[in-house]
């Protein structure tokens, strides 16, 4: 009975197969009977289009396994008895890579099926200097080339090359972002720069994908170019770094395959890149990553668990992606991280709890953030040199947070809510940025066994610390001071004026004493002039202070002080 269904059977087979460039062919035409329940077509993978037609006679059929074929088209899905035909449309096959179909006509007893195989396999293509050329050639042409101008102009040989269009008439090695070396003993192109030359706009070519010998892929800037980065990107197997940055129309589907990057270690997508959240995952499968940068507001909701698989991560920047609200729990996995940055993702309201188990990280960058909070386990982060988390309104107790990060360069925590001492600086021997305005610290300042030399910016405005400024000779290094609103006591030491500072607010404390005339070298050189008024502080101002603060003209920043205090010869 199957055999003799079979036998009614009679298939047609048009084909229209195109080559990698879509040159239009003559259409190869087959007939032929069935004689098995299985019959197999292959076609290369580098082609175009391809369009079966499929001509049944004598037998109603449908096809049962739609689902599995769902990139193909069909038209239509099923047919009634007398003559009755289909077209399968296979698309272009963009990445050259293998692709199978098993395609499963069941005839209307539902009994007897005819499977039809579809393949297409991999075309081995040979790649040469020659063809890297035709390939710079094509993005040339797909992106408005001849109406390249450099950033000094209209073509002029006078213009620095690094700002000098491409000039198909002079080797490759003269053209703007190109880099070469040699492979095999020819020159091929490693390095790719394309940036934003005025005039830049279209769509970039698949044709991308066959510089093979490519190791860097630098896409910036070019906010005039639209459409889909191309598919073929997946086939620069030798690239380690990938950058696309400010693409303000450019989107892209990330492709299930994209993990052929083995080589890739540093992944860049920013500015207007779109691509969807739910995508977000397909790039834990690129296990050699160690450093990813997705710095886009366009990606909205949670980030998709399974990060942990990058295992070779080191930094991972996140800054910008104002709509994401959760980071992935598996995120603390991540033992080789050394740089996190957040800074500005605006719906991120909390840390996971054992953010204490990235225990190399060096850098955390957080500020514009929505966490109020840090983690118990923040205090293990031991290896920690810079932190930068203003203006977030965090709360909690310093001393516990950060006591012990003996490697601290840069800590920015001001415009927060911490409460504590400053007991805690005595472990920090390499701090350089100390920004604490803003909080709610109290207990003293021990400038002398809490500062180190090396300190460059000391800002603790606003805090109810209390203390003196003695040893502040001693931070040689020290550029920035504003400790203005506190309760420091005592005298402002005649050694600050050996200090090379750019900024000074010693405003609004309990300060005594006169002015030494040793001050008035780095006052005349501060501008705007430092403050001193708020304070306690009396007797005859000396000429030498009166010159370097150019008296009456800023009188406000040394005359007002507080009831019962002020000088002489200065108008309060």
């Known amino acids: 009975m199957k055999q003799s269904i079979f036998s009614m059977l009679c ?48 037998a109603s059929w449908k096809i049962s396994n739609l689902s599995e074929c769902s990139i193909l088209k069909f038209t239509p899905e099923k047919g009634g008895e007398g003559e009755s035909q289909v077209e399968i449309s296979v698309p272009k096959n963009e990445t050259n ?43 040339y042409t797909a992106l408005n080339g001849e109406e390249w101008k450099s950033a000094g102009g209209p073509r002029e040989a006078s213009v620095d090359r690094r700002y000098y269009p491409w000039d198909l008439t002079k080797p490759m090695s003269t053209w703007r972002g190109v880099r070469l070396a040699e492979v095999s003993g020819s020159l091929r192109v490693m390095g790719l720069v394309l940036d934003a030359v005025s005039g830049t706009k279209g769509t970039l070519p698949e044709s991308i994908g066959d510089l093979v010998e490519l190791n860097n892929l630098t896409i910036d800037g070019m906010t005039q170019v639209s459409g889909s980065i191309p598919k073929s990107i997946i086939n620069l197997t030798k690239c380690d770094t990938l950058s696309i940055n400010k693409g303000a129309l450019m989107e892209w589907k990330i492709p299930d395959n994209i993990n052929n990057l083995k080589e890739l270690k540093f992944l860049c997508l920013s500015g207007g890149i779109t691509f969807e959240m739910e995508e977000f995952s397909k790039l834990y499968s690129l296990t ?18 399974g990060i942990g698989s990058l295992s070779n991560l080191k930094v991972l920047n996140l800054n910008g992606i104002k709509n994401m609200t959760s980071l992935p729990e598996d995120l603390t996995s991540l033992s080789k991280l050394e740089e ?24 955390f960058h957080a500020k ?96 109810s610390v209390e203390g003196t400024l003695k040893g502040i000779g001693n931070l040689k290094e020290l550029h920035t001071i504003d400790v203005s609103s506190c ?86």
């Open 340 to 363: 996190f940055y957040i800074a500005y993702c605006e719906k991120i309201n909390s840390l996971p709890s054992d953010i204490g188990s990235l225990t190399n990280l060096r850098i």
């Open 97 to 139: 890579s293998e692709r199978k179909w098993n395609v499963k006509f069941t005839l209307n007893n539902n009994v007897d099926s005819l499977v039809v195989a579809i393949e297409q396999e991999k075309v081995e293509k040979i790649y040469s200097a020659q063809t890297d050329s035709l390939v710079l050639v094509d993005i």
């Open 288 to 305: 050699s990553l160690e450093e990813l940068y997705v710095n886009t507001a366009m990606l909205m909701g949670a980030m998709p668990d």
């Open 368 to 463: 514009g953030s929505s966490f109020t909070s840090l983690p118990e386990s923040f205090n293990s982060l031991k290896k920690l040199e810079i932190v930068k988390m203003s203006s977030m309104q965090i709360q909690g107790n310093i001393d516990k947070l950060f006591n012990g990060m003996s490697n601290m360069v840069l800590l920015h925590l001001d415009g927060n809510q911490f409460t504590g001492t400053l007991e805690w600086l005595t472990s920090m021997k390499n701090l350089k940025e100390l920004l604490l305005s803003g909080n709610q610290i109290g207990g003293e300042l021990r400038i002398e066994d809490m500062l180190t030399p090396n300190i460059e910016v000391l800002m603790l405005s606003g805090n």
């Open 487 to 572: 309760k420091l006591t005592g005298e402002i030491p005649a050694e600050l004026g050996d200090l090379n500072l750019l900024t000074c607010f010693l405003n609004d404390n309990n300060l005594t004493g006169n002015l030494s005339d040793k001050l008035a070298s780095i006052i005349k050189n501060i501008f705007p002039k430092p403050m001193v008024s708020g304070n306690r502080l009396s007797g005859t101002l000396l000429e030498a202070i009166i010159e370097a603060y150019g008296l009456p003209n800023n009188s406000a920043n040394i005359c007002p002080q507080q009831e019962g205090y002020g000088f002489i010869n200065c108008d309060n």
């Open 11 to 58: 298939i047609f087979l048009f084909v229209l197969f195109s080559c990698s460039k879509d040159k239009e062919e003559e259409p190869v035409v087959t007939t032929f009977s069935i004689t098995s329940s299985v019959e197999k077509y292959q076609f290369p993978a580098n082609g175009g289009e391809i369009n079966i037609k499929i001509i049944a006679e004598g």
